[in-house]
C-alpha cells in the first residue's frame, strides 16, 4: 500500500482584533479627569488669599510671584473643568446637583472673585478685574439657583448626617468673594458706579451673614446630634471659619469705604458691630477645629494623603491673616496686631506643603502609578 501522505492542518484562522469601544484601553488620564473634585478651584482661592495677605503685611515680591502662579492655576483649571464636562457631561453636571459634591462648584466663584481682588490690588487693572468680576456675578447667579433649586426639586434625597458638611458653607464664601471684590473696585473707581458696587458690596455683605446662620445651624445639628467618624471630618469643614473671615474682610473694606456713599455712613455702627461679630464668630472656630483635628489624626490615626479638599483648609488661614489685618486697619484694633503674621505664617506653611504633595501626586499620576483624587 502506498504510504499515506502526512497528516496536514490548516491553521485555525486568527481571532479577528476586537476594535469595539470597550475593548479599547482608554487614555490614562481619563479616570482622573472623571473622577475630579468639583472643588479644585480652590486651589486658586487658596492662593489668591495668601498672595493678597502676603502683599498687606509687605512681602511684595512673593505676593506677586504667587499672584502669576495663581494666574496660570485660574487658567489650567478651567481648561480642565471644561474638558471634563465636554468629555464627561452625565458626571460633570450630576456632580453639580449632588448634595455632597454639588456645593463644591461655588469655589469657582470665589476663584473668580479673589483673582479679581488680586488684579485690582496687586496689578492696579481695573479692566481685568472688573471682567473678572462680571464673571464671578454670572458665575454666581447660575450656580446658587441651579445648585439649590436641584436640592429642592429633587425626589430623591439624602439624609442630612450624609449630605451636609462644611463644603456647603462654600456658597457663603462665594458670596462674600462678590462683596469683597464689588468693595474692591467701588474703592477704585470713580463716579457714576462707585454707589452702586458699594450696593451691591452690601448686600452680598448682608445675604452671605443670612446664609451663614442658616446652614451652621444644621452643620452645628449634625455635628451635635448624629454620629461622627473621621472619615466624616473632611478639610471643608475649615470652611467654618473661613465663611466668618472673609466677611470680616468684607465688612472691613465697607468700612473704609463709609466716606464715598452717605449711605454706609449711617450704617457705620451695624457694620462695626456685624464685622466684629463675624471676626468673633470665625475666632471661636479655630480652637473647636484644632480640637478636632487633634482627635482625627491624633487619637483616631486618621492617615495623612492628598486631598484637594485640603485647600478648603490653607483657605481659612489665609483668610483670617487677611481679615485681621485689615480689621485692624479699618478700626484701630492695634493690640490685635500680633495676630496676622502668626496667622500667615500658618498660612505659607500649610500652602507649602499642600502644594508640594498636590505636585507629588500629579508627578505619579502622569507616571501612572497612583489614581487622581
Same mark, same amino acid.
Given at each position: 500500500? !502506498?504510504?499515506?501522505?502526512?497528516?496536514?492542518?490548516?491553521?485555525?484562522? @486568527?481571532?479577528?482584533?476586537?476594535?469595539?469601544?470597550?475593548?479599547?484601553?482608554?487614555?490614562?488620564? *481619563?479616570? !482622573?479627569?472623571?473622577?475630579?473634585?468639583?472643588?479644585?478651584?480652590?486651589?486658586?482661592?487658596? %492662593?489668591?488669599?495668601?498672595?493678597?495677605?502676603?502683599?498687606?503685611?509687605?512681602? !511684595?515680591?512673593?505676593?506677586?510671584?504667587?499672584?502669576?502662579?495663581?494666574?496660570? *492655576?485660574?487658567?489650567?483649571?478651567?481648561?480642565?473643568?471644561?474638558?471634563?464636562?465636554?468629555?464627561?457631561?452625565?458626571?460633570?453636571?450630576?456632580?453639580?446637583?449632588?448634595?455632597?459634591?454639588?456645593?463644591?462648584?461655588? +469655589?469657582?466663584?470665589?476663584?473668580?472673585?479673589?483673582?479679581?481682588? *488680586?488684579?485690582?490690588?496687586?496689578?492696579?487693572?481695573? %479692566?481685568?478685574?472688573?471682567?473678572?468680576?462680571?464673571?464671578?456675578?454670572?458665575?454666581?447667579?447660575?450656580?446658587?439657583? +441651579?445648585?439649590?433649586?436641584?436640592? +429642592?426639586?429633587?425626589?430623591?434625597?439624602?439624609?442630612?448626617?450624609?449630605?451636609?458638611?462644611? @463644603?456647603?458653607?462654600?456658597?457663603?464664601?462665594?458670596?462674600?468673594?462678590?462683596?469683597?471684590?464689588?468693595?474692591?473696585?467701588? @474703592?477704585?473707581?470713580?463716579?457714576?458706579?462707585?454707589?452702586?458696587?458699594?450696593?451691591?458690596?452690601?448686600?452680598?455683605?448682608?445675604?452671605?451673614?443670612?446664609?451663614?446662620?442658616?446652614?451652621?445651624?444644621?452643620?452645628?445639628?449634625?455635628?451635635?446630634?448624629?454620629?461622627?467618624?473621621?472619615?466624616?471630618?473632611?478639610?471643608?469643614?475649615?470652611?467654618?471659619?473661613? @465663611?466668618?473671615?472673609?466677611? %470680616?474682610?468684607?465688612?472691613?473694606?465697607?468700612?473704609?469705604?463709609? !466716606?464715598?456713599?452717605?449711605?454706609?455712613?449711617?450704617?457705620?455702627?451695624?457694620?462695626?458691630?456685624?464685622?466684629?461679630?463675624?471676626?468673633?464668630?470665625? +475666632?471661636?472656630?479655630?480652637?473647636?477645629?484644632?480640637?478636632?483635628?487633634?482627635?482625627?489624626?491624633?487619637?483616631?490615626?486618621?492617615?495623612?494623603?492628598?486631598?484637594?479638599?485640603?485647600?478648603?483648609?490653607?483657605?481659612?488661614?489665609?483668610?483670617?491673616?487677611?481679615?485681621?489685618? *485689615?480689621?485692624?486697619?479699618?478700626?484701630?484694633?492695634?493690640?490685635?496686631?500680633?495676630?496676622?503674621?502668626?496667622?500667615?505664617?500658618?498660612?505659607?506653611?500649610?500652602?507649602?506643603?499642600?502644594?508640594?504633595?498636590?505636585?507629588?501626586?500629579?508627578?505619579?499620576?502622569?507616571?501612572?502609578?497612583?489614581?487622581?483624587?
Amino acid at each position: 500500500m !502506498p504510504a499515506s501522505e502526512p497528516d496536514r492542518r490548516v491553521p485555525a484562522p @486568527a481571532a479577528p482584533l476586537d476594535l469595539s469601544p470597550a475593548a479599547v484601553v482608554p487614555p490614562w488620564w *481619563q479616570g !482622573p479627569l472623571r473622577e475630579l473634585s468639583p472643588a479644585y478651584f480652590g486651589l486658586v482661592m487658596a %492662593t489668591g488669599i495668601v498672595s493678597l495677605a502676603s502683599d498687606m503685611m509687605g512681602h !511684595p515680591l512673593l505676593a506677586r510671584v504667587l499672584f502669576a502662579l495663581n494666574a496660570a *492655576q485660574y487658567f489650567v483649571l478651567w481648561l480642565v473643568y471644561l474638558l471634563r464636562a465636554a468629555r464627561f457631561p452625565r458626571r460633570f453636571f450630576g456632580d453639580m446637583i449632588d448634595h455632597a459634591r454639588g456645593p463644591g462648584y461655588f +469655589t469657582l466663584v470665589a476663584a473668580t472673585g479673589i483673582l479679581a481682588g *488680586q488684579f485690582i490690588l496687586l496689578r492696579g487693572d481695573l %479692566t481685568v478685574g472688573f471682567a473678572l468680576w462680571v464673571l464671578a456675578v454670572v458665575l454666581w447667579v447660575g450656580l446658587t439657583y +441651579t445648585i439649590f433649586t436641584a436640592f +429642592t426639586v429633587k425626589k430623591e434625597k439624602p439624609p442630612l448626617d450624609r449630605s451636609i458638611s462644611g @463644603a456647603w458653607l462654600l456658597a457663603v464664601v462665594a458670596t462674600q468673594a462678590l462683596a469683597v471684590s464689588s468693595a474692591l473696585l467701588a @474703592a477704585h473707581s470713580g463716579q457714576p458706579y462707585r454707589l452702586e458696587l458699594n450696593l451691591v458690596a452690601l448686600s452680598m455683605w448682608l445675604w452671605g451673614g443670612m446664609l451663614y446662620i442658616w446652614m451652621m445651624s444644621l452643620i452645628f445639628y449634625r455635628y451635635s446630634f448624629f454620629p461622627f467618624s473621621p472619615d466624616d471630618l473632611s478639610p471643608p469643614y475649615w470652611i467654618n471659619m473661613g @465663611a466668618m473671615a472673609i466677611s %470680616t474682610l468684607a465688612g472691613s473694606l465697607l468700612i473704609l469705604n463709609a !466716606p464715598q456713599a452717605p449711605y454706609l455712613v449711617s450704617l457705620l455702627p451695624f457694620l462695626k458691630g456685624f464685622t466684629v461679630f463675624y471676626w468673633a464668630t470665625g +475666632t471661636w472656630w479655630i480652637p473647636m477645629l484644632l480640637l478636632l483635628g487633634v482627635w482625627r489624626y491624633g487619637f483616631q490615626r486618621f492617615p495623612f494623603r492628598y486631598d484637594p479638599l485640603y485647600w478648603g483648609a490653607i483657605f481659612p488661614l489665609g483668610m483670617y491673616a487677611a481679615c485681621t489685618w *485689615q480689621m485692624n486697619h479699618a478700626m484701630g484694633f492695634d493690640f490685635l496686631d500680633f495676630l496676622p503674621p502668626v496667622f500667615l505664617y500658618a498660612a505659607w506653611l500649610g500652602w507649602l506643603l499642600t502644594f508640594t504633595a498636590m505636585v507629588r501626586r500629579l508627578w505619579r499620576l502622569v507616571r501612572g502609578r497612583a489614581a487622581f483624587a
